[in-house]
């Protein structure tokens, strides 16, 4: 298995501002992707987080908004841009581990946009 | 992916077993069935998959039909603590690449 750090936890963030988001997992993984949970629905992949190069997004999320890096096997960052109070969200970061398929999750960002 | 179906919500008491189905009907043949859960203000927690033999472990048992079409997982003695949502997922497993693509899940609510 494989455990997932997240920072922040929770942030209250002002209109118009950009927070980034923290990921580090304890091991060494092949994939990172971020997703996000809306309140009340379902989780929604936003991007694959790819080491070195960009990341590959999903239809509906452009880098402009969401940018992401992956400098090295074990971390990664999703910065929320100019955000406005539709982006309240628990922000998701999962990896999976160089030994295996599954796919596991941090706790979590929720970020509230006031 | 294939997509999956399942019951919006279920209801199971304390001790008894919480039986969770699902449908994937259009599975292929090198998907797997993945089970997630989701407490609230939690992440997501693996707890089990399978192709298309039975499995256990420690959190639960999943039993996939002969012609894959669908599945059950079973808690066998059902805490309060297992109240969660309950994701089904299908998923083809190749380099390790392929995310998950969630759908609305069950919600389990465990009652004394």
């Not at chain 1, 880098?63 to 929320?80: A, E, G, M, Q, Y």
């Not at chain 2, 008894?16 to 797997?32: M, V």
């Not at chain 2, 805490?79 to 899940?105: E, K, P, Q, S, W």
Request: hydrophobic share 30%.
């Amino acid at each position: 298995s494989a455990v997932i750090s997240q920072k922040p936890s929770r942030d209250i963030c002002q209109r118009g501002t950009s927070l980034t988001i923290q990921c580090q997992v304890d091991s060494q993984v092949t994939m990172m992707f971020w997703y996000r949970q809306q309140p009340g629905q379902s989780l929604t992949l936003i991007a694959t987080a790819n080491q070195g190069s960009e990341a590959t997004y999903e239809s509906g999320f452009v880098i402009d908004k969401f940018p992401i890096s992956r400098p090295n096997l074990t971390f990664s960052t999703l910065t929320v841009s100019n955000m406005s109070p539709e982006d309240s969200s628990i922000y998701l970061c999962s990896a999976t581990p160089n030994s295996g398929n599954t796919i596991y999750f941090g706790e979590g960002s929720w970020l509230t946009v006031v | 992916d294939a997509k999956t179906t399942q019951p919006t919500s279920m209801d199971c008491a304390e001790g008894r077993a919480a039986n969770l189905p699902c449908n994937h009907s259009t599975i292929s043949g090198n998907e797997y069935v993945y089970w997630y859960r989701q407490i609230h203000s939690q992440g997501p927690q693996y707890i089990i998959h399978g192709l298309k033999n039975n499995e256990t472990n420690e959190m639960a048992s999943l039993i996939i039909t002969e012609d894959r079409k669908s599945s059950t997982l079973i808690l066998p003695h059902a805490t309060l603590r297992d109240t969660a949502v309950y994701y089904c997922i299908v998923r083809v497993l190749h380099n390790a690449g392929n995310m998950l693509t969630f759908g609305g899940g069950t919600r389990l609510m465990v009652k004394p």
